[in-house]
């Protein structure tokens, strides 16, 4: 399980959750889950990515809890939640432990925003063909992602390295066992330049290594090979509800191209933002921008606006309405 090593005070310093409980995945597994925020309020579900943990959406949980009710939770093998016993990891893992989040958090037909950054985006896509997810995502965010061709597009190694010898040296860099060992200045300086943008402060980078490092070797090896073959380009169209698209136009890992084209491939687009000079892990680097994104989700579908949500008929009645006018 991962060491907790998250910033203790500021803006990136995890709040307390209104609650705490334990999800059961499909294999057993079982899944951290928080809950912050009023327990009526509209629901907005968060993933986080790979090395990450809850710790990541800090800001997205102070800004947004105050009128909504925010639901994260720790992949497996991340955070609070133990890695698996049944071996090696697999995308219908990630959308078996999400389906579990929502059975455990969110009442029969209860509608949310769901928003993935990066492997959390992925979770969206491996969950999206399933009733489970139909049933409870009212529109989705996907921050920093993408559905295939993820190790042979990253840019993580400099460009002046070309074609395949780029691509195994990338392979190599991801999949690495090697320790990340304590965060020192040269770890940040690393880290940095494979994730965030060359304008991220230093308590941005801090916050982002204190989190990655965390993460067990193990874990990330293990979940890089799923990263490495990935091929998710069907699911794209398997997302029917609203859809929004976020990306940094530097980021590294999952270059903007990606975003670019799930935007393009999406049945529902309803908006591609790309942030500029932003790199990776712009749940940080851009924490306003993506909590904007998500709050104007939830006030468009949920009807936060008004200070209230539709009910699941008005829901259901929204969405043919919308499906309808895409025929047309």
Same mark, same amino acid.
């Given at each position: 399980?991962? !060491? ?6 500021? $803006?990136? +310093? =995890?709040?307390?959750? #209104?609650?705490? &409980?334990? /999800? %059961? ?54 955070? !609070? ?6 071996? $090696?990891? +697999? =995308?219908?893992?990630? #959308?078996?432990? &999400?389906? /579990? %989040? ?69 392979? #190599? ?156």
């Amino acid at each position: 399980m991962s !060491r907790l090593m998250h910033m203790r005070t500021g $803006p990136f +310093a =995890p709040p307390v959750a #209104a609650h705490e &409980l334990t /999800a %059961v995945s499909a294999d057993g597994s079982r899944l951290h889950v928080e809950v912050h925020g009023p327990e009526h309020a509209p629901s907005v579900v968060l993933s986080h990515g790979w090395t990450c943990s809850t710790a990541f959406w800090a800001a997205q949980i102070r800004a947004l809890a105050t009128d909504h009710r925010v639901i994260v939770y720790d992949q497996r093998g991340h955070g !609070r939640s133990p890695a698996a016993t049944q071996l $090696p990891y +697999a =995308p219908d893992m990630l #959308a078996d432990d &999400l389906e /579990a %989040v929502l059975d455990a958090t969110l009442a029969p037909g209860e509608r949310a925003v769901l928003a993935g950054h990066s492997m959390g985006g992925m979770t969206m896509m491996a969950a999206a063909g399933r009733e489970k997810f139909k049933e409870h995502a009212a529109a989705v965010l996907l921050c920093s992602t993408g559905s295939s061709k993820l190790v042979a597009e990253a840019t993580v190694v400099p460009l002046l390295v070309a074609g395949a010898l780029r691509t195994r040296m990338t392979r #190599a860099i991801l999949g690495s066992k090697a320790p990340l060992g304590p965060v020192t200045p040269l770890g940040k300086r690393v880290l940095k330049f494979a994730t965030m943008g060359p304008g991220a402060s230093p308590g941005k980078v801090e916050a982002c290594a204190r989190i990655v490092h965390a993460c067990p070797r193990g874990v990330r090896h293990g979940w890089s090979h799923v990263l490495e073959t990935l091929e998710m380009d069907a699911a794209i169209r398997e997302l029917t509800m609203p859809v929004a698209v976020l990306g940094g136009t530097v980021d590294r890992l999952t270059p903007i191209v990606h975003a670019r084209r799930i935007a393009a491939e999406l049945p529902h687009c309803v908006g591609l933002t790309e942030l500029p000079g932003l790199g990776h892990m712009t749940p940080i680097e851009a924490p306003e921008a993506v909590t904007e994104n998500i709050r104007e989700l939830a006030a468009t579908y949920l009807g936060t606006e008004s200070g209230t949500q539709p009910d699941s008929s008005q829901a259901q009645s929204q969405a043919q309405s919308e499906k309808g006018a895409d025929v047309a």
